[in-house]
C-alpha cells in the first residue's frame, strides 16, 4: 500500500476524540511537534475539515493552517473538551481549536478558495470569480502535483496542491478533473481514484479503536429538548 506511511505517521500520533453534535472531532498530537484537527460527520463519515499546526516556536503558538473546508471558521473545541478528552493532560492545548486565531478574514470581493470532500470527489470553490468558463484554463499538473488555475485574461493564477494524492502516491491525472461556472463562483471537481478511497476507510478503521468522548453540553440541551 502506497499510503503505508501515512497511516503509520496517524498511528504514532497521541489521539484525542468527541462527539460534540453530529460531528466527531479528533485532535492529533505527533511526535515530531506538529497537531492536526479534524471534523468528520457522523451520518456520513467523510472528513469536514481539516487544519494543522506546526510544532511550537519559542515566542507564543503557531496559528492552525486549514487544509480543508468548505468555510473557513472556527472548530470550536473548547477547553473543557480538550482537556476531558485528553484526560486531564491537555490543559497546555486548551486553546489548540478555538480562538480568534483560527477565524480567516477575506476581502468581499477577493477570490475566496475552500474546498470540501464527498464519498467519490474533492471539490474546489473560488468564489467572486466573475469571468465566463471559457476564460478560465483548469489544467491537473502531474510535475506539480497539483491543479492549475490560470485565467486567459492574466487576472487569475493558482496552484492548489492535493496533499490527499501525495498521501497515496498518485499523481493528479486531467482525465478525473472536470469545471463549472456559476453564481461568480469556478467549481473544480476532482473524482477520487480507488487507491485514495482506500486509504480513507483505512484512516477510519484506524480512528474506530480510539476511544471518544461525549460533549455534555450537546448531551444535556438534548436530554432537555425531550
Given at each position: 500500500m502506497s499510503y503505508q506511511n501515512w497511516l503509520s505517521y496517524l498511528q504514532s500520533a497521541e489521539k484525542n476524540s468527541m462527539i460534540s453534535g453530529r460531528l466527531r472531532k479528533v485532535l492529533y498530537k505527533f511526535?515530531?511537534?506538529r497537531q492536526m484537527a479534524e471534523e468528520y460527520n457522523l451520518d456520513t463519515g467523510i472528513v469536514q475539515r481539516r487544519a494543522w499546526r506546526k510544532c511550537k516556536q519559542l515566542m507564543g503558538q503557531p496559528?492552525?493552517?486549514i487544509e480543508l473546508g468548505e468555510e473557513p471558521?472556527?472548530?470550536n473545541w473548547s477547553a473543557n473538551q480538550s482537556n476531558g478528552a485528553a484526560g486531564g493532560n491537555g490543559a497546555g492545548d486548551?486553546?489548540?481549536l478555538a480562538g480568534p486565531e483560527f477565524t480567516l478574514r477575506e476581502s468581499n470581493t477577493a477570490p475566496l478558495l475552500t474546498k470540501r470532500v464527498?464519498?467519490?470527489n474533492i471539490e474546489w470553490r473560488i468564489r467572486n470569480m466573475p469571468y465566463p468558463l471559457e476564460i478560465y484554463n483548469v489544467t491537473a499538473d502531474a510535475d506539480q502535483r497539483a491543479i492549475i488555475v490560470r485565467t486567459t485574461n492574466k487576472k487569475y493564477y493558482k496552484?492548489?496542491?492535493i496533499p490527499e494524492l501525495d498521501?497515496?502516491?498518485v499523481a493528479p491525472s486531467q482525465a478525473n478533473l472536470s469545471v463549472h461556472h456559476q453564481f461568480n463562483t469556478l467549481i473544480i471537481t476532482y473524482q477520487k481514484p480507488a487507491i485514495l478511497c482506500e486509504m480513507e476507510a483505512q484512516v477510519l478503521l484506524?480512528?474506530?479503536d480510539v476511544e471518544t468522548e461525549t460533549d455534555m453540553d450537546d448531551l444535556l440541551k438534548g436530554l432537555m429538548a425531550k
Amino acid at each position: 500500500m502506497s499510503y503505508q506511511n501515512w497511516l503509520s505517521y496517524l498511528q504514532s500520533a497521541e489521539k484525542n476524540s468527541m462527539i460534540s453534535g453530529r460531528l466527531r472531532k479528533v485532535l492529533y498530537k505527533f511526535p515530531d511537534g506538529r497537531q492536526m484537527a479534524e471534523e468528520y460527520n457522523l451520518d456520513t463519515g467523510i472528513v469536514q475539515r481539516r487544519a494543522w499546526r506546526k510544532c511550537k516556536q519559542l515566542m507564543g503558538q503557531p496559528e492552525w493552517e486549514i487544509e480543508l473546508g468548505e468555510e473557513p471558521r472556527q472548530l470550536n473545541w473548547s477547553a473543557n473538551q480538550s482537556n476531558g478528552a485528553a484526560g486531564g493532560n491537555g490543559a497546555g492545548d486548551a486553546d489548540s481549536l478555538a480562538g480568534p486565531e483560527f477565524t480567516l478574514r477575506e476581502s468581499n470581493t477577493a477570490p475566496l478558495l475552500t474546498k470540501r470532500v464527498t464519498k467519490k470527489n474533492i471539490e474546489w470553490r473560488i468564489r467572486n470569480m466573475p469571468y465566463p468558463l471559457e476564460i478560465y484554463n483548469v489544467t491537473a499538473d502531474a510535475d506539480q502535483r497539483a491543479i492549475i488555475v490560470r485565467t486567459t485574461n492574466k487576472k487569475y493564477y493558482k496552484v492548489i496542491p492535493i496533499p490527499e494524492l501525495d498521501r497515496c502516491g498518485v499523481a493528479p491525472s486531467q482525465a478525473n478533473l472536470s469545471v463549472h461556472h456559476q453564481f461568480n463562483t469556478l467549481i473544480i471537481t476532482y473524482q477520487k481514484p480507488a487507491i485514495l478511497c482506500e486509504m480513507e476507510a483505512q484512516v477510519l478503521l484506524l480512528l474506530k479503536d480510539v476511544e471518544t468522548e461525549t460533549d455534555m453540553d450537546d448531551l444535556l440541551k438534548g436530554l432537555m429538548a425531550k
